[in-house]
């Protein structure tokens, strides 16, 4: 049987055809006529052949023209309304998809998170999670969650990568404690406020401070091992200049590699130039309200900042503290200098400890 596409070898049965000869035993052989080997080769499709081709080329356009249309389609329906910043084109179901997205994936976050601090400012709220380390050989992963006031996006920014809205135009966000007793344990007491962490060395360094070149500290006091939480109320850093602008500290979550994250902040003091000693000293950076809820098992980074040049923060260029490490910036807190332990930042940090 030919099957499509095949060319056809017609073969006509042979003809053998014996020329008379002598009968008997004679002296010449006998003498065989000529024969013919024809054959007829065919090129070209039959009727039928081209009949199911053009059937199935058909069944092919159709399907794939079906195909484009409907993936269109869910483009369409699945285009995010809000990217505009606006409501006004958004149906009520686009809008509660949005919202239902970003719901789960932060309730997914908070499922396996080890430590959440939040912090509000103008209005706006910043959540920081402790999650345990799923990317490359970090322990711990920092997951920050902002968002700055209504109308703004909800950003959620994963170690020291890029912030990305996860939904646009939310008029308000919050994250409610909720709390459960269990049991009759011994309820955690709050110790008195104590010195956490204190610089070590004595090759004092300066560093110079500008409205970009930025310094930072990372450290994770050994007094709060074991504990249930702690928090800061006061750091003293030390610095020198003559500057009138404002100098900055920040207390600022880390990544996974113990550097700053930006747009983390968890608490912020500013004083003025003028309060800068001519001769390196002490400053007082006193929060008004404490950095509290701070994790145990996670370390964080004092970021030192200032708003004009003229000031210099100094660190030890040969520190022989523990858990503490130093780092600069020069575009303002986005990308940090591998973290450096041979190094400290000449600062003092205060706060209590809950057992």
Do not use: C
Not at 53 to 80: C, E, Y
Not at 139 to 166: D, F, H, P, Q
Not at 181 to 186: I, K
């Amino acid at each position: 049987m030919d099957s499509p596409g095949n060319t056809h070898l017609d073969v006509p049965p042979l003809t053998l055809t014996l020329s008379p000869g002598y009968e008997g035993e004679g002296t010449r052989p006998r003498h065989v006529s000529r024969f013919t080997f024809e054959s007829r080769f065919s090129p070209a499709f039959t009727l039928a052949e081209m009949s199911v081709s053009l059937f199935v080329i058909g069944v092919i356009v159709v399907t794939v023209g079906s195909s484009m249309t409907l993936m269109l389609r869910a483009a369409a329906n699945n285009r995010n309304p809000l990217v505009s910043g606006s409501t006004s084109g958004a149906s009520t179901s686009a809008q509660a998809a949005v919202a239902r997205g970003a719901t789960d994936m932060l309730v997914a976050d908070l499922k396996v998170a080890t430590g959440v601090t939040t912090s509000s400012s103008g209005g706006g709220l910043t959540a920081t999670l402790i999650v345990p380390g799923r990317y490359g050989s970090n322990t711990t992963e920092t997951i920050v969650y902002s968002w700055t006031g209504a109308g703004a996006s909800l950003m959620r920014k994963l170690n020291s990568s890029t912030a990305v809205s996860i939904a646009d135009n939310v008029q308000s966000f919050s994250l409610p404690t909720l709390t459960r007793t269990v049991g009759t344990g011994t309820a955690a007491a709050e110790g008195s406020v104590t010195q956490l962490i204190a610089p070590a060395g004595s090759t004092p360094t300066n560093s110079a401070l500008t409205a970009t070149a930025w310094a930072a500290e990372y450290f994770k006091p050994s007094a709060v091992s074991g504990a249930t939480s702690w928090k800061i109320t006061k750091v003293q850093v030390k610095l020198v200049g003559t500057n009138t602008g404002n100098v900055t500290v920040q207390i600022v979550p880390v990544d996974g590699a113990n550097v700053p994250l930006s747009g983390g902040s968890l608490g912020s003091v500013s004083v003025a130039g003028s309060s800068i000693p001519t001769t390196a000293g002490y400053v007082d950076f006193v929060f008004a309200t404490p950095i509290s809820g701070l994790s145990p098992s996670q370390g964080y980074a004092l970021v030192v900042s200032a708003s004009a040049s003229g000031t210099s923060v100094q660190y030890n260029s040969a520190s022989t503290a523990t858990g503490m490490s130093w780092t600069t910036s020069t575009n303002s807190g986005s990308t940090w200098v591998a973290p450096v332990t041979t190094s400290g930042m000449l600062a003092n940090v205060f706060g209590t400890v809950t057992q």
